[in-house]
């Protein structure tokens, strides 16, 4: 099969031709037909961390259901059926030690970590949702404890029943923000309380996120620098309880803090060196975890990090892959994906196109110079890069 093959050594990667991976117990081949682009494949194609000579890039996917391993044979679980249209996520080249990359012509995964794609969704929309929406999940459910419909958390809101909790999300239009904002909608469904939500993003994006399914209260752009006043505002002066800061790089941390209730908690999804702040100060300390944790192996990030893989946190991951396959039969979807920019080519252009527009922090996007500015070269605002692999 074609592959994108990085070699750490050159930091550079390309299509290779490489075996097709064979399923291990539990596994299914999946013939991969659409690629979303992640800003982690960037980072660790840039400065790898991979301790091998090569190794397949790539996080997201959706595609076929193709193989599986003879121990599914007699499962009736759907998504071992061959030709059942499935997503989800791999490691990539993200790691010191070697997992699987979603970057090729197939891919293998755990059966149990698919979610089956319902007829109305294309699967260049579908691989966008596997991996930012879990990472968001983790935080709001076994993380912060909220009420879920697929997650038994068992801890209840700590504030007063008629209280209106607020909820903040620092950067509404990344992906994380857009499974966030659907997320919060659903932790107040299944905990019946009301949740006030805050978010940030450029102007032209609040009437996108004032609608359904995201549906914010209130919105305020992130460049006006009164915008953590503003939302103490909005809290009549009481502070959010929960905030999700999606970018989490330089300011926006102790902004974020700055936001919160005296008891609130926050999460960041970078971590202090990648993201470039500081919270040693910081009254409230926030709370951090890798999206990997869901796959169930320990990662290896080098340098003496190395993230457990809790036994739980796979079975979260099980619970919400089911609770998206949920929807599959009454053809909808349980989580709106991501609004897609489909790029042109294939495997060969990722590096050039997709990693071009994803290189340095988040935040410093907008100012980069790209030089012909057509549709694809644009900065990214509210939308995943996705690939169509023929
Ligand atoms: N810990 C984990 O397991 C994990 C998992 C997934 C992602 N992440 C990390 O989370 C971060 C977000 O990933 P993503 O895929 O959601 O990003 P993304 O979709 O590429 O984010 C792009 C959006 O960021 C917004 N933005 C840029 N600078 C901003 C700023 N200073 N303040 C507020 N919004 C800003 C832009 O909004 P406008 O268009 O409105 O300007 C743009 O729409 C990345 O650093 C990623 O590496 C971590």
Known sequence: MQALVLTPATRSASVQEIPIPTPGPGEVLIRVR???INPVDQI????????????VLGVDFAGEVVGRHADLKNSSDKRVKIGERVAGFVQGANS???RPGAFAQYVVSPHDLLWTIPSTLLYEQASTVSMCALTVAQALFPRFGLPSPF??????????EDETINMLIYGSSSSLGFYGAQLVHL??????????LIGTASSRKHALLSAEPYGYDVLLDYRDPEWPAKVRDATGGVGVHYALDTI????TVGKVHSTLYKHGKYHVFRSPSGGQYNTSDAAIQPAYGTVWEGLGHVIDYGDGHVFSAPPESREFAIKFYEFLSSAVDGGKVALEPNPVRKMPGGLERIVPDAFALLSG??????????QGQDDHSRPISGEKLVYSID
């Not at 932790?187 to 006030?196: D, E, F, K, V």
């Not at 989490?248 to 300011?251: F, G, H, Y």
């Not at 922090?361 to 790209?370: A, E, I, Q």
């Open 361 to 370: 922090l988040v935040s410093d996007r907008r100012d980069k110079d790209r």
């Open 187 to 196: 932790a107040a469904q299944a905990s019946g309380r009301r949740i006030r």
């Open 248 to 251: 989490s790089e330089r300011d």
């Open 44 to 55: 660790y194609f840039a400065e790898p961390i991979a301790a091998q000579a090569q190794r």
């Open 96 to 98: 010191v030690n070697d």
């Open 34 to 36: 659409a690629v979303a």
């Open 151 to 160: 997650w038994n958390s068992q801890v209840p809101i700590p504030h007063d």
